[in-house]
């Protein structure tokens, strides 16, 4: 669990993740950091050791602030009552398009997950394959709920096809977006839903 912060280490993580998500590691300055979080460099030092320090309180930040998005789509998903499994993850996936727009976390996050910084590659793996895992544990309990003739181990295949979906979008969000997004995003999830209709079909 980390440990409190003040509201100026809260207002330097806030400036700095939005720092991060269009810099990067590697092009990012502490001091520019510090004069858009209004305060010398030096008095940042006072919150965080260095760059390694902050950047990964601000990772371990979007990893909750991801994590409560997450939790939200599909405790909304929770009340849907389609059988079939076809509905199984999908708000996350309608709503990530919206979210990456809205949220510096989200951009943060999936440019670390996919470029991270090498002194940080370790603990940047660790966290984001913890947030997938959560993903996928979701993932398997929906599809349970709506699918429930689909034996576990079909599930958990559904469950690896979901992730790389996931993956896809996540990639399309980076490099493209747009159109290219909602075509990739359409395409996928037609080929999982066919799948899901014929193996509930025969389950």
Known sequence: MMKKRSASADNICAVAVVHFSERGYDA???SDIAEQAGMRKASLYSHFAGKDALFLDVFADALAEEQAFMD???????????????Q????????????????AHLRFLL???YLPPTPLRVEVGTGYEALLAQLQRHYVKSLARLAPALPPQRIELYA???????????VELIYAGGAALQQRHAALWQIL????ALATQHA
Request: aromatic share 8%; net charge negative; hydrophobic share 35%.
């Open 28 to 30: 990012s300055s502490l």
């Open 72 to 86: 939200g789509c599909f405790a909304d998903e929770a009340v849907l009552t389609t059988p079939g499994g076809q």
């Open 88 to 103: 199984a993850g999908a708000l996350y996936c309608d709503r990530m398009a919206q979210r990456y727009a809205e949220s």
């Open 111 to 113: 440019r670390t997950a």
């Open 160 to 170: 690896q096809a979901y992730l790389g979906i996931v993956d896809s979008l996540h």
């Open 193 to 196: 839903s066919d799948s899901l």
